[in-house]
């Protein structure tokens, strides 16, 4: 396996992989650095719900400066240009999702980028939610309900969607 490498794997190539090249593999799920390394030191992996349910243990493991730095690496919506192109990404890569995203209207942008700054300003990181079949009205309306959240309850609120969206990730790079 190398730098080149792209997914999926099979755990059997993740397994005898070098810890730099597994550690590179495991970044694209989830970029908390003390939870790829606790990932690379539980190998071997027997198959996907091993792999998952040690994904899960080791990321109930992390403090605030580890969940800070998984959620650094989403991309911040926060503007309408960048909502567009992220819908419009999303549409073509959403047909293994649960629900297609629907298009979202100008006032629906508008509000979402909005939320995500006051979110951003309020609790010092941006707004994760898993997004995968969710629309920008249903992620809107998510949004909207924790906003008056305590800063405490968002980091719970945030690393649970983080450890969704990581589980996901993972199921993509290494598929039964």
């Not at 995203?101 to 909005?114: I, K």
Request: hydrophobic share 45%; aromatic share 6%; charged share 15%.
């Amino acid at each position: 396996m190398s730098a080149t490498t792209t997914p999926p794997l099979s755990l059997e190539q993740f397994n005898a992989a070098s810890a730099t090249d597994a550690a590179e593999a495991l970044r694209q799920c989830c970029a908390a650095q003390d939870w790829i390394q606790a990932m690379v030191a539980s190998r071997p992996y027997t198959d996907l719900n091993h792999l998952l349910h040690q994904a899960d243990q080791h990321w109930a493991n992390m403090d605030e400066a580890n969940l800070l730095e998984a959620f650094s690496a989403h991309p911040q919506i926060g503007n309408v240009a960048t909502l567009r192109a992220k819908y419009a990404s999303t549409k073509a890569l959403a047909s293994g999702e649960q629900s297609a995203v629907s298009a979202a209207d100008e006032a629906t942008l508008q509000a979402l980028a909005q939320g995500n700054q006051q979110y951003l300003d309020t609790f010092g990181f941006i707004f994760i939610v898993c997004a995968t079949g969710k629309s920008a009205a249903e992620m809107l309306s998510l949004l909207q309900a924790r906003l008056p959240n305590s800063r405490p309850q968002e980091l719970v609120n945030a690393a649970e969607e983080q450890r969704k969206i990581t589980a996901l990730r993972l199921q993509k790079l290494f598929p039964q």
